[in-house]
């Protein structure tokens, strides 16, 4: 039986309450707190693999796109299970996969705003308050449904020092002033604790690969203006096959600023933007099992096939 509830939304007491169960069913499993918010939740890792292979998968950068959260925690639980009992996950032998692969997941970067989405802050609650006022700044944004931001109002997903003042200035032309529910940028890169202390932990695990989970859309980005990145785009390819999502390039609109420019940017290694599912966000639950299907073979594949990375030297 499945420790991952795909049957209630995720809050960040449940998030943190699953990785708790992971960690005491599967003991080679680990997790730290990279920081608390602004509003006391913790931001946890969760981490499996002992291989050389380094890559970090994050999701939930968006308040309504929590259903990305189950999806790193079901991956981590399968194939710890499968290391356990010495299976295989998605055709890969997973004992195998443990040796030439760690994996680094952040499941859940935005707690606060995924708990104002999920209904564990509730109306009349001082953060829910707080929050329905800033949403009175863009009335046109359905509340709380259509939050993406922290609960300070930033985008934690426009807030990276990757082309920081022309999403600034893209989001500004679009009316995206001031603190909400969406686009904010915040008033300086990485001014936001959630993306400060994922920044920082991708510095210090040095991946060879990023994955950044969001909804919707089925579709994949992977590049950063014009940097080229060797590989990048094959592998990107391979994952559309696996998935039957789409390979795309960015939107200009989207295209500065997220973790993945970020990461791109500064580490000049694969990265992608990850957009399940179909529909408007938040996405029902009842789109979970296809998206998890659709997207299993990517979260194997991205750590099998990325480069290790020695001594600044990347080899296959």
């Known amino acids: 039986m ?15 309450e699953t990785i708790d169960a992971i960690l005491a069913a599967y003991p080679f499993c680990r997790s730290e707190t990279l920081t608390t918010t602004a509003f006391d939740r913790p931001m946890r890792t969760l981490v499996v693999g002992q291989g050389p292979r380094k890559v970090l998968y994050s999701a939930a950068h968006h308040a309504n796109e929590w259903i990305t959260t189950p999806v790193i925690l079901k991956f981590v639980e399968d194939l710890a299970s499968a290391i356990q009992s010495g299976g295989s996950l998605a055709g890969v ?17 935005n707690p606060d705003g995924v708990d104002l989405v999920t209904g564990a802050i509730m109306p009349g609650q001082l953060q829910y308050e707080m929050a329905a006022r800033l949403s009175e700044n863009y ?4 509340f709380p449904d259509g939050w993406k931001a922290n609960l300070m109002g930033v985008d934690l997903n426009l807030n990276y020092p990757a082309g920081w003042r022309q999403a600034r200035e893209i989001k500004f032309a679009q009316g995206f002033t001031r603190p909400g529910p969406r686009d904010y940028v915040g008033r300086a890169p990485l001014n936001q604790l959630e993306t400060r202390a994922l920044a920082e932990f991708t510095e210090e695990v040095d991946p060879a690969l990023v994955l950044a989970y969001h909804s919707q859309g089925r579709v994949i980005y992977w ?6 990145v060797p590989g990048a785009r094959e592998l990107g390819e391979r994952f559309a096959q696996l998935s039957s999502y789409t390979l795309e390039d960015t939107p200009y609109e989207s295209a500065f600023a997220g973790y993945k420019d970020w990461f791109i940017q500064n580490f000049r290694r694969p990265g992608y933007t990850i957009e399940v599912g179909s529909g408007t966000n938040p996405l029902p639950l009842s789109q979970f099992e296809e998206i998890y299907r659709d997207n299993l ?9 990325a480069p290790t990375i020695d001594n600044g030297e990347e080899t296959q």
């Open 2 to 16: 499945s420790l991952i509830r795909t049957d209630v939304p995720m809050t960040s007491r449940l998030c943190g």
């Open 93 to 109: 032998d997973a004992r195998e996969l443990n040796r030439q692969a760690t994996i680094y997941t952040v499941p859940m970067v």
């Open 139 to 142: 009335p046109t944004i359905p």
């Open 223 to 228: 590049q950063f203006e014009d940097i080229f």
């Open 297 to 305: 073979p990517i979260l194997v594949t991205a750590a099998m096939e």
